[in-house]
């Protein structure tokens, strides 16, 4: 087996979804299915663009608040770091190097749907940090949290990098109250919320000058070409992000741009692409102070702190469950 548990079927899962969201009205694709091998590349890309303002305010908020962190993680003794979506743990790098240079105890979960993802995550934390303890759980955050349950020592669960922002209020309200439903009480979250601001430094990072975002986005076509036998031709589609201030959310589609059949072989069916529909690919919601707060209350966490980056571009924001 490669990884610490067993392998999550998501080349199966892929081919349902990819039925659903072309069978529907308004086309869509799940988002998750941006990171295969070739995406978590181009994703890594991504946060290293001028444009892409989130990786960074993280990361200095980590910097500048790691030792309350940690004082905060470790009020209960011993713990069991979980993180969802955990991608490359970059700058969760930076709270575990501190957390080891301290003596703290702890153990590191990463659960994420990306096979590779999580095999390159732990090749990396094991080459910095040789006595880290490390299980990977490579599944889909739902499936992943269920394995939460029987832990005895408590929970703090990462949710970093906007993750949350990928689902609507409405889903983050529901994943957060299945969250806490496997959680007990004194348990911690401490999620990335990216805030709202400038709406064109907000659409800038959704639509970098270099194309990174665009090649992105297309690499869904891609992983479909290969993963379910389809013959999308790239040309006929095109990138297309929109930001909407007063609701927060970002959208990104694939935007048609020459009428065109693909065939899908693993599903045996044709679908039709008509010039200027757009197909749904990503929400990235972003939230003010106060619509965290509310959230917070609304799923039954109390909010003990906010950590904001120096231009307030973003907030880690610590709940505790009652
Ligand atoms: C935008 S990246 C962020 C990575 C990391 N949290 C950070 O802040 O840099 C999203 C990560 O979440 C994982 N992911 C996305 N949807 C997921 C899902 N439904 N279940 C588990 N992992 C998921 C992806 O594979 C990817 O590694």
Not at 141 to 155: D, L
Request: with cysteine.
């Amino acid at each position: 087996m490669t990884t610490d548990n067993a392998v999550f079927d998501i080349t199966e899962s892929l081919k349902e979804d990819v039925l659903k969201g072309f069978s529907a009205s308004n086309k869509y694709i799940p988002s998750k299915y941006f990171y295969d091998q070739i995406g978590d590349k181009i994703f890594q890309e991504i946060m290293g663009l001028p444009e892409y303002y989130l990786t960074r305010a993280e990361g200095d908020i980590f910097n500048n608040f790691k030792s309350n962190l940690r004082s905060l993680f470790g009020s209960d003794g011993g713990f069991n770091l979980v993180e969802l979506g955990a991608g490359d743990g970059l700058k969760t790098s930076i709270l575990i190097d501190d957390f080891i240079e301290n003596k703290i105890e702890f153990k590191y979960y990463p659960i994420d749907i990306s096979e590779n993802s999580n095999i390159s995550l732990k090749a990396s934390m094991m080459e910095q940090f040789p006595e880290l303890k490390i299980e990977l759980i490579t599944s889909d955050y739902f499936s992943g949290i269920e394995k939460i349950k029987k832990h005895y020592a408590r929970n703090v669960v990462l949710f970093l990098g906007s993750n949350i922002g990928n689902f609507s209020v409405k889903e983050a309200s529901s994943f957060l109250k299945e969250l806490k439903s496997v959680l007990s009480p004194n348990d911690l979250v401490l999620i990335g919320f990216d805030l709202k601001k400038n709406p064109k430094v907000v659409l800038d990072a959704y639509n970098d000058k270099s194309g990174v975002t665009k090649r992105f986005n297309l690499n869904l076509l891609t992983r479909i070409n290969h993963e379910l036998g389809a013959d999308f031709k790239l040309e006929n589609f095109d990138h297309c992000p929109t930001y909407d201030h007063n609701t927060g959310e970002v959208k990104s589609f694939l935007k048609v741009v020459k009428t065109c059949q693909v065939y899908i072989t693993s599903l045996e069916q044709s679908f039709s692409f008509t010039a200027g529909e757009l197909i749904h690919t990503e929400i990235s919601q972003k939230y003010d102070v106060s619509e965290i707060k509310a959230l917070a209350s609304k799923v039954g966490f109390e909010l003990k702190d906010n950590f904001f980056d120096e231009n307030n571009y973003f907030v880690n924001s610590l709940w505790i469950n009652k």
